[in-house]
């Protein structure tokens, strides 16, 4: 699959990873690989058991033989995640899911039992893969490694829009807080910690809106992505 080229976008929650690798999935008509929605169906399933996030060796077992389904319609667009064979679409994207799934992320063991599955995503024409680790251990060999970064406290403005525009009630001081927790728990992890590779191009959004970020990001695209008639 070496010919087959992958695009890895990697940082934080709140740089606009999600929105942008959607959007290159989309334009370009490759594959995408949302490695967190992974992390987070299995966190929710680890609740659905009543395994704990101690009980490594139960987790493991469960990331080994975890029943998900990724529903596309296309290349790109994510219609629908499924657990055991029903939506979990929603219930995988609240702060509480993506807290546990940064909770249960360090272990090695539950990492390695995933890593398969998320190189299955790896198919032609091309993938993008968005995530914490995607350039530095699950596709080291990427043909583009991209590192967004914002500043947390423009992380969590940009989290509480979001919420409020869903009606969903949130306090800006309680997210900052808790988005700052779960970047120190992600980056000081031991087993693939958030970092940038050191070949990655690192993009800070802090100041950037999206359309600015994409512009960006297309023109390295068209520069590195051999053959791209785009
Ligand atoms: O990107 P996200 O917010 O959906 O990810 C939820 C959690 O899953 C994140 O806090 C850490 C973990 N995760 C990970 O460890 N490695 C990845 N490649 C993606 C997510």
Redo the contacts with the bound molecule.
């Keep these: 699959m070496s010919n087959v080229p992958v695009i890895t976008v990697?940082g934080?929650?709140g740089t606009g990873?999600?929105i942008i690798c959607s959007y290159l999935a989309d334009w370009l008509q490759w594959h995408f690989l949302?490695?967190?929605?992974?992390?987070?169906v299995l966190?929710l399933a680890a609740e659905k058991h009543h395994i704990n996030s101690d009980e490594e060796a139960k987790l493991v077992n469960l990331a080994e033989n975890l029943n998900v389904e990724f529903e596309v319609a296309g290349a790109g667009s994510l219609v629908n995640v499924l657990l055991d064979g029903e939506v979990a679409t929603d219930d995988?994207?609240t702060e509480t899911?993506?807290?546990a799934?940064?909770v249960?992320?360090?272990i090695a063991k539950v990492?390695k039992a995933l890593l398969s599955r998320?190189r299955a995503f790896h198919e032609p024409p091309g993938l993008i893969?968005?995530?914490?680790?995607?350039g530095t251990?699950?596709f080291p060999e990427a043909t583009l490694k991209i590192y967004l970064t914002a500043s947390a406290e423009e992380r969590a403005k940009r989290r509480y829009k979001q919420l409020k525009e869903k009606g969903i009630n949130a306090n800006l001081r309680d997210l900052s807080a808790a988005i700052a927790e779960?970047d120190e728990?992600?980056s000081t992890?031991a087993a693939?910690p958030?970092k940038a590779a050191e070949d990655a191009i690192v993009i800070d959004t802090s100041s950037l809106d999206i359309d600015a970020v994409l512009a960006n990001i297309s023109e390295l695209v068209r520069n590195t992505v051999p053959g791209l008639q785009k």
Excluded: E, F, W
């Excluded at 949302?34 to 987070?40: I, K």
């Excluded at 893969?129 to 995607?134: E, K, L």
């Design positions: 990697d934080p929650s990873k999600g949302d490695s967190g929605a992974l992390y987070r966190a995988i994207r899911c993506g807290n799934a940064s249960i992320a360090p990492r998320q893969a968005d995530g914490r680790d995607m251990v699950v779960r728990r992600d992890r693939s958030l």
